[in-house]
């Protein structure tokens, strides 16, 4: 079946460090993408999002970019903070999906180290 | 202030008691959802609403029921509820529909059934 997943469930880093979350889709028909942000005890929340015409979007410390070839998307977090430890989520919805709506990968934890 | 509020956060019930956890949203959108969160299997969508009285299945609804009487309630109902039903769950909505463009997610109720 076609899914959204994260390649590494966890990522450790030191606080100052620049840190690549990745994910990696099989849908190619797949054309709005988002990176959500859960710390423990909340719901996800929105970080930043990428259409399919588009291969790199910024955001404050954040960057994401989307390779259509290698159907790969990454989060890059500038200058890595202890409050930026949480798990990470990457999301995508294809155009041609008649119900459901965001589909989840199954998260990365990032932990920032002091 | 914007918001998407859940209730209740904890919740201990026993096997075939049903249940009803409720969801509100104070920001007039017209697309709400349940997703439930599970270890190593991330966020999967059990229901969605695209307006008030128009509900469809997700990923995973067996087991759920959903209204939509009104446009800023969407409560997930589970009429006997069962322990494989253990879980994290969220209600979220959104302003631009189903393709997740400003999702807001509530703080998550956990629920244990035993």
């Known amino acids: 079946g076609e899914s959204v997943g994260l390649h590494l469930p966890t990522l450790s880093v030191q606080e100052g460090d620049n840190s690549i979350i990745n994910c990696a889709y099989s849908n190619s028909a797949s054309d709005y993408f988002i990176w959500y942000k859960q710390e423990s005890g909340k719901g996800p929340q929105f970080i930043i999002d990428i259409r399919s015409n588009m291969d790199k979007r910024q955001g404050q410390r954040v960057t994401v970019l989307l390779n259509k070839t290698v159907k790969h998307l990454s989060l890059q977090i500038a200058a890595t903070q202890p409050g930026d430890s949480a798990v990470y989520f990457c999301?995508?919805?294809?155009?041609?999906?008649?119900?459901?709506?965001?589909?989840f990968g199954k998260g990365t934890t990032l932990s920032v180290s002091s | 202030e914007a918001q998407v509020t859940q209730n209740p956060r904890y919740l201990i019930t026993v096997t075939g008691k049903k249940l009803t956890v409720t969801c509100s949203q104070n920001m007039n959108h017209e697309y709400m959802s349940w997703y439930r969160q599970d270890p190593g299997l991330g966020l999967r969508q059990i229901y969605y609403?695209?307006?008030?009285?128009?509900?469809d299945k997700g990923d995973v609804p067996e087991g759920y029921k959903v209204s939509r009487k009104e446009k800023r309630n969407f409560p997930l109902i589970l009429e006997s509820p069962s322990p494989n039903q253990t879980s994290l769950y969220f209600c979220?909505?959104?302003?631009?529909?189903?393709?997740?463009?400003?999702?807001?997610f509530g703080s998550g109720t956990r629920l244990t059934v035993v």
């Open positions: 999301a995508e919805i294809s155009a041609n999906q008649a119900g459901t709506a965001l589909i």
């Open positions: 609403s695209m307006n008030v009285e128009v509900t």
């Open positions: 979220a909505s959104s302003s631009q529909g189903r393709r997740g463009y400003g999702y807001t």
